[in-house]
């Protein structure tokens, strides 16, 4: 499967960037464009069924590990950093389980490899019962997913899957596979692999995402694990803190270069 993605400089160990659920590659442009790509070439990324990556039926970390492998395979990458947000960092981990020889440094934010109970349902029906063909405008959407989901920042960022070709609106994501597939999505990583890499969690200091019982199992599969909290922050720590969600990023990228 053929990825879709946004390149960023062109200097630099390459970074691959992985979006968290129902997000695409445009989530990380402004850290992308602003912090990261005078250190590395950035390949900001759409996971499978996200974004303007292919559709298909399958939707496990499996299949989305083998899409990373792949993408660094044809794009003849070398010494890659690889860095994942929420399922993204889910995808990211098991792509270093799975290809440690693929993955030169493990970035994840603010995902641990265990299950989880399902968080989306609410939002993933939300968005099955709007119908984007039958609507003539954005805010017409935006005014009847108002219904379900009266967050005005969580309907921006479920907006921005919306698609638009002169004609009809569409949603960008597959939305069915998806939904068919939210178990897997929420599922624990296989027990059986390690990866010895240089790896950073950076978690949010008011998410409930990686907890403290979660370091054991965590650090059993990933025994080089660096755990960086950021104060104040959220699930979405890259965009609650850009700044020193970058300066940890920066530092162990630099940190690592040294070694």
Known sequence: ?????????????????????????GNWHTLSRTSFSDAATVYAVDQRNHGRSPHTDRMDYAGMAADVRDFIARHDLDDVILLGHSMGGKTAMQTALSYPEAIDRLIVADMAPKAYEARHDDLLEALARIDPTTYEDREAIDAA??????????????????????????????????RAHYDDINAALPQDETYDGPTLFIRGGTSD???????????????????????GAGHWVHADSPTPFAEAVMDFLQEEQGA
């Open 145 to 178: 997913l108002a219904e379900d989901v009266p967050s005005r920042p969580t309907r921006q960022f479920l907006l921005k899957n919306l698609d638009y070709d002169g004609e009809q609106y569409s949603w960008r994501m597959n939305l069915d596979a998806i």
């Open 209 to 231: 995402y990686v907890s403290e019982d979660d370091l054991p199992d965590t650090r059993s599969r990933f025994p080089a694990a660096q755990l960086v909290t950021i104060d």
């Open 1 to 25: 499967m053929e990825l879709f993605y946004n390149q960023y400089g062109d200097k630099g160990p390459p970074l691959i960037i992985l979006h968290g659920l129902l997000g695409a590659h």
